[in-house]
């Protein structure tokens, strides 16, 4: 059971470039979530989904984009990234629905703009 | 809104000593409130969770936390640390009406001495 699958796992970047980072989970979980962790901040809620075709913004939102046209599937675009977005990015997925169950988070992608 | 505050960024105690990792938290619905550790370069893993059943919540590896409603507290404790415990831990609440996202304390940096 491959659980909630991140790619890439590193990347870099230049200023200005655009690109998505790829979640996956393959535990038929309505709930989807970006986060980013920088250091003494804990985890940013980013953008999160509760279900196929619905998503809403979390926290820090702005440069990122999110579709969630599958339940499988939850991809983050960054339109035009800045150095500001250096950032380990976690996706997570829970079930949700009837009461709050673990949240199972991927290994993480460490993102470097230059 | 909810929140969660980590009353300790750093933690350092000697092994074989109690540990207690604070968490105060700002609910205006029924919270879930969860730990999650974080050894270092790796993904996070849940601890324990509490979703309104008792209020001592028994965790993996030791750990426990008890809610405490009138001081709005979820304190995390181990009766022996192990050098193993080092790491970084993570307050955490969800609630339904953010679509059961988490939102994350900033940490609390955990150091075991021999």
């Known amino acids: 059971n491959a659980g909630v699958t991140q790619t890439p796992k590193f990347q870099v970047l230049k200023t200005g470039q655009s690109m998505t980072l790829q979640c996956a989970q393959d535990m038929n979980h309505e709930y989807m979530s970006w986060y980013r962790q920088d250091p003494g901040m804990g985890l940013r809620l980013i953008h999160y989904s509760v279900g196929a075709g619905i998503t809403d913004q979390g926290e820090v939102p702005n440069g990122y984009n999110v579709s969630r046209s599958t339940t499988e599937d939850f991809p983050l675009r960054l339109l035009s990234a800045a150095p500001s977005q250096t950032s380990v990015y976690f996706c997570a997925s829970s079930r949700g629905q009837g009461g709050v169950t673990e949240a199972f988070f991927g290994q993480g992608t460490r993102l470097t703009v230059v | 809104a909810q929140s969660v505050t980590q009353l300790d960024s750093h933690v350092s105690v000697s092994e074989g000593t109690p540990v207690l990792l604070r968490c105060n938290y700002s609910?205006?619905?029924?919270?879930?409130l969860f730990w999650y550790v974080q050894h270092p370069n790796k993904g996070l893993q849940l601890l324990l969770k509490y979703t309104s059943a008792a209020t001592l919540v028994k965790g993996i590896n030791g750990f426990e936390a008890e809610f405490k409603k009138s001081e709005t507290s979820f304190h995390l404790t181990k009766p022996s640390a192990h050098m193993s415990d080092a790491a970084e831990y993570f307050c955490v609440v969800s609630a339904s009406n953010s679509g059961y996202a988490l939102n994350f304390g900033k940490g609390t940096s955990l150091l075991v001495t021999p």
């Open positions: 609910s205006s619905y029924s919270p879930s």
